[in-house]
């Protein structure tokens, strides 16, 4: 908004001190971030006053864990906190014309309202399991395949080659057009087909690893700040010329605005931990965490950057990948020996800790410290060839 108000008086001949400063991403970004962490910490306490006078509290069942059932009656949904946050900051501050920008703001709202359905159901209708695991996947498919579709066949998205960055190679691309056996026209649908169902798989991946991740206070919301800053700093890299020749990565014009979002995703994470830190004075729900990995898995879609997501997103790996190994364990020992055997003792992996007597700060902490890790070593690994 602002961005279209500068560029209308500049239109007019209208120019006045610091008028200069909405040319400079580096101002965006600090400004996108600033506002969504006032708007996060002045209307949370609102919207916190409001979920415990209308009794939106989670709802804990007992599994036997340290602390667990001093959570109940907690206000949940409070995702809507971190959504109001990015899309008030980022309807200010970013340029509403670019592709990029409007696809960050579809996906915010479609995975937000998708999280709040679930999140409605499971408080209001009074069913734990909220909204079913089918229709859940429908949707996130849905999202997927458009995000796709404007991947390959919007004019306003630069697509010469379908093409991502991967490290350890020359020039750090890979073409997904290696992947097809086919040569030709039939090749280049081929390729087309395969790129689509990267990036729907690399959505659905990361939607789920944060709603798999957010378990304990915090730690979602900790996690996802500390992805969200490498997405930022590799999109504004890609935006750059000069940065992206030096790092020998694609530049892709038009996605600074992307670092501004991002920022104004980050900003929105800090103000919410603010809250959601131990003990949490709310929690995100589905609201909040199907929104954050939407975000993450469309932003890191947008800059070619999706296949660096199992390092940078390595928390979210090895939370999904711990429930999926728990299940599939369970029912092969259950048919084989007649009784299911685990490999943790609860799933999804921060819970194996809690049960080890680890308390959850720590565990928090720890998590976060690892995920800083993978986000330096991602950051790394652009300039290893």
């Known amino acids: 908004m602002l961005q279209l108000l500068f560029d209308w008086l500049k239109d007019m001949g209208i ?3 610091g008028m200069r400063l909405m040319d400079y991403v580096s101002f965006k970004a600090a400004l996108a971030a600033a506002l969504s962490i006032i708007i996060a910490l002045v209307a949370g306490r609102r919207i916190i006053g409001w979920l415990q006078k209308k009794q939106i509290g989670e709802t804990i069942r007992d599994l036997g864990l340290q602390g667990q ?26 340029d509403l014309r670019n592709i990029y920008v409007q696809l960050l703001l579809i996906t915010t709202l479609w995975c937000g309202g998708m999280g709040f359905a679930d ?15 089918r229709t859940k996947l429908l949707l996130q498919l849905v999202l997927g395949l458009f995000i796709a579709l404007m991947m390959c066949f919007s004019p306003a998205i630069h697509t010469d080659q379908i093409v991502t960055t991967i490290p350890f190679v020359k020039a750090h691309e890979f073409d997904y057009s290696w992947l097809s056996p086919f040569k030709g026209q039939m090749g280049v649908y081929c390729t087309w087909a395969i790129y689509m169902i990267m990036i729907i798989l690399v959505i659905l991946s990361c939607s789920n690893g944060a709603n798999l991740t957010d378990g304990m206070d915090g730690l979602s919301t900790g996690v996802s700040t500390v992805v969200g800053i490498v997405i930022a700093i590799m999109a504004w890299l890609s935006g750059d010329v000069l940065d992206a020749k030096y790092l020998n990565i694609m530049h892709i014009p038009g996605t600074d605005e992307v670092a501004v979002y991002m ?10 931990l603010w809250y959601n830190t131990f003990p949490a004075q709310v929690f995100m729900g589905d609201t909040g965490s199907l929104t954050i990995g939407g975000v993450i898995g469309v932003s890191a879609v947008l800059i070619r950057k999706e296949l660096l997501l199992p390092l940078l ?15 599939y364990y369970f029912k092969y020992t259950k048919k084989k020996y007649g009784e299911g055997r685990r490999v943790f003792l609860m799933a999804p992996l921060h819970h194996h800790y809690q049960k080890k007597g680890i ?18 070593s991602t950051l790394a690994i652009m300039k290893i060839r």
Do not use: W
């Not at 949940?76 to 109001?84: F, P, R, S, V």
């Not at 920022?263 to 919410?272: I, K, S, W």
């Not at 997103?313 to 299940?327: D, K, P, Y």
């Not at 928090?364 to 690892?370: E, K, N, Q």
């Open 15 to 17: 120019h006045f001190p």
């Open 69 to 94: 059932m001093e959570k109940k009656g907690t206000p949940t949904m409070g995702g809507i906190i971190i959504i109001l946050s990015v899309v008030v900051s980022a309807l200010i501050v970013c």
């Open 119 to 133: 999140d409605y159901i499971k408080v209001f209708k009074h069913n734990k399991e909220g909204m079913s695991e």
């Open 263 to 272: 920022a104004a995703f980050v900003g929105a994470l800090v103000g919410f």
């Open 313 to 327: 997103c390595g928390i979210f790996l090895a939370e999904s990948a711990s429930v999926l190994i728990q299940r």
């Open 359 to 376: 308390p959850e700060p720590r565990i928090v902490t720890r998590f976060i410290i690892v995920s800083m890790l993978l986000g330096v």
